[in-house]
């Protein structure tokens, strides 16, 4: 598989970076786009933030778990906020921003994920991008084994009602799915 390496190189990846081929596409896909604003919902360990910091203006890292700042590289570009999505958004509300590029990756049930894209798509910027991370329903796949619960399911709802948005599936046949939206204003034929 190609990708870019943690320095931002075009690289040949490894087997063992199969399962994290969405980092490595999202990346690329941040160096390409150079957000002003990325905003990832549920850091963890924070692996796929820290390597967009390269080609953000402003970052900000929103987790439920504070033991998940201590992976973050600070910067003057990058802030954690221990806090949960609708606390943040309801923050947003009273202090909205425009976010370039918003990676869903917190809940993974489907009202989790419809509550979050619904939350936060007003502060999404026209032509922003919505990446939805553990949303594919694998056969013979047990869902909690992957992360994505029932929250696959919440795509079929946006997928249905995409006056505002356009939806992309990155069609790999492995685990964990995703899918990128784009905010549209106006479709042009």
């Known amino acids: 598989m190609i990708g870019l390496s943690e ?20 990346a690329f896909l941040a160096a390409i786009v150079k957000p002003k604003i990325y905003v990832e919902l549920g850091l963890n360990t924070c692996t796929l933030f820290n390597r967009i910091i390269p080609y953000a203006a402003q970052l900000i890292g929103l ?11 600070m910067s003057a570009k990058t802030r954690f906020i221990y806090a949960d999505t609708k606390a943040f958004a309801q923050y947003l509300s009273n202090n909205p ?17 419809e509550q979050d894209f ?33 929250g696959c399911f919440a795509i079929d709802k946006l997928f249905h009602s995409t006056d505002e948005y356009e939806i992309l599936t990155i069609p790999v046949a492995v685990p964990p799915g995703l899918k990128l939206c784009k905010k549209r204003m106006l479709q042009l034929a």
């Open 97 to 113: 921003i425009q976010i370039d590029m918003l990676a869903i990756n917190a809940g993974h049930s489907k009202n989790a994920i």
């Open 63 to 73: 987790g439920l778990d504070s033991s998940s700042r201590k992976y973050m590289q």
């Open 7 to 26: 320095n931002g190189k075009v690289e040949v990846l490894g087997s063992d970076a199969d399962l994290h081929w969405h980092e490595h596409f999202i």
């Open 118 to 150: 619904e939350a936060y798509f007003p502060f999404v910027a026209s032509d922003g991008i919505i990446i939805l991370h553990d949303n594919r329903y694998f056969e013979n796949v047990e869902q909690t084994d992957t992360g994505c619960r029932d």
